[in-house]
């Protein structure tokens, strides 16, 4: 079957035809910059692309899948400008930036794997790449696109005449339009750093010798120089969130097409925001909600994940707990069916096999179409209230969808069961003695009591409002 993706850059829906002779689909994306916590909004992108990742393997094609750690040169406005801030929270949490980076990268996979968004082929680091980036900023220079301006390396936008093309804007639309603060180095607005040796963060901890002098790399050169790296001079598609279209992304086309003189790209696709009810969620300012936040209120990651397939990936989605509450109810029911499918030993007919395929093209019909996931999960919902198919039909229909859905319906009837098991009064008796030690803080005991349990196969988890959850370890 055909995939149709949209691309920003053609405003289409086009047919994904790999460019590359070994018909490998190769696709990057903006991975985290790791300062913080991913927040909700952010995950939001990685669930668009985990989906995307499953349904290209679904349509057929190999898939190579590339995606960067920012862990070094993002400043808190994506235009150069603004505070450093990986130092910004070393200084805050007196850590190492390195520290700092490893931290955020962890929990970046945890709550990913938590989601059952599947690690990239390729996870790659910046500051593990410095050497290939200085390379590849020599030869921008080499090619004419870069210069220096008080000891730092910027790239002339001027140079490269398709700058905008993703964006819609000309680079006279972005100099009048610029939000930018001017920085009286640059030839023109919306020229951008390429290798930092003079700023403003004069103990920038990371640092590297360069033909420029010692300094770090600008944010965007990381992805153009891994990008190529790892996928070659070929790119099917590039993601990344929306707000990454008029800065990011552009800049990444002028380096990279500056770099190889041809056309780098062929499809860029973009996820739209998660909006707050109230206000912008924002990793810089802090104000944001995490995976974490919403586990500790007790929703299963799933229950986000539904959430985010509700609406379509070009669509913004806004966040309130009410919406999450619903799809929480929504998944609940979807497991109960499951679990009810699950248990039926009704067989098949020709009829109900006849309408498992129809609904199973009917549902890629709609992944093929620009992931149409609200349309999809139509088709599932219509599949569980069908009264010609079979339950075990049924249950055949909802495991292979979820692997593309990723929705842990396996995983999380599989956890349920086990949580169903009785659990012996001996031990709901110790858990019952710890509760009355935390009201009367006695944290030690409490401790000590966990120990026990844990000994004798029993894991307690404790929730808001002295509330445990028991599970067999
Ligand atoms: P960052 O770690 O800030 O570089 O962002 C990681 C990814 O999340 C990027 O692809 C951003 O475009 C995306 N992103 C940032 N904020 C939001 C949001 N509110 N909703 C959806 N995606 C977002
Ligand atoms: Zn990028």
């Known amino acids: 079957m055909t995939l149709k993706l949209y691309n920003t850059l053609t405003r289409s829906v086009e047919e994904l035809k790999p460019s590359n002779p070994d018909h490998v689909v190769r696709m990057y994306c903006c991975g985290p910059t790791v300062y913080n916590y991913a927040h909700i909004g ?19 094609f190999a898939l190579k899948h590339a995606m960067n750690i920012t862990d070094v040169g993002h400043l808190t406005s994506d235009a150069d400008e603004g505070d450093d801030k990986m130092l ?6 007196k850590l ?45 220079e080499d090619n004419g696109y870069a210069y220096v301006s008080n000891g730092n390396v910027y790239y002339d936008t001027a140079k490269f005449p398709r700058y905008g093309c993703l964006s819609g804007q000309n680079r006279e639309d972005l100099k009048h ?67 990454h279209i008029a800065v990011h992304h552009e800049n990444e086309i002028a380096q990279s097409e500056g770099y190889l003189g041809h056309k780098w790209c062929n499809c860029w696709m973009h ?36 959430l985010c397939l509700t609406s379509h990936y070009r669509s913004s989605l806004v966040f309130s707990y009410d919406n999450l509450d619903a799809a929480a109810n929504t998944y609940r029911n979807l497991l109960n069916k499951y679990k009810e499918f699950g248990q039926a030993n009704d067989g ?22 620009d992931l149409k996931t609200p349309q999809a999960l139509a088709v599932m919902w219509a599949v569980i209230k069908d ?46 003695e710890r509760k009355q030690a935390r009201l009367n803080k006695d944290w030690a005991k409490s401790d000590e009591i966990r120990d026990l349990l ?11 409002k002295n509330e445990v959850e028991i599970s067999i370890a």
């Open 42 to 60: 952010n995950l939001r992108t990685y669930v668009f692309e985990d989906i995307l990742r499953k349904t290209i393997k679904r349509a057929g």
């Open 88 to 93: 910004l929270a070393a200084e805050k949490e």
């Open 96 to 140: 190492s930036v390195l520290e700092i980076a490893r931290k955020y990268e962890d929990t970046f996979f945890k709550h990913t794997a938590a989601l059952n968004i599947e690690r990239p082929d390729i996870v790659c680091r910046a500051t593990e790449h410095v050497e290939d980036m200085i390379k590849f900023i020599k030869k921008l």
């Open 177 to 243: 339009g610029s939000r930018v603060e001017q920085d009286t180095n640059k030839r023109n607005p919306s020229d951008f750093v390429l290798w930092f040796t003079i700023s403003k963060f004069k103990d920038q901890i990371l640092q590297w010798d360069s033909p420029w002098g010692r300094g770090y790399p600008g944010w965007h050169i990381e992805c153009s120089t891994m990008a190529m790296k790892y996928l070659g001079e070929h790119l099917d598609i590039h993601c990344g969130g929306v707000d």
């Open 271 to 306: 996820g739209e925001f998660l909006q707050m009810k109230d206000q912008k969620m924002s990793k810089s300012k802090g104000n944001f909600i995490t995976l974490d936040t919403l586990v500790e209120k007790g929703y299963l990651p799933e229950h986000y994940r539904y």
């Open 348 to 369: 098949s007919s020709e009829r109900s096999e006849e309408l498992y395929t129809k609904y199973l093209e009917e549902f890629d019909s709609y992944m093929f179409d």
């Open 387 to 432: 009264k010609e198919m079979s339950a075990q039909d049924k249950f055949k229909f909802l495991n292979n969808i979820d692997v593309l859905l990723g929705l842990g319906l396996a995983k999380n009837l599989a956890l349920e069961n086990a949580q169903n098991t009785e659990i012996p009064a001996e031990i709901m008796a110790l858990v019952e």
């Open 454 to 464: 844990a000994s004798k196969g029993f894991i307690v988890k404790d929730l808001p």
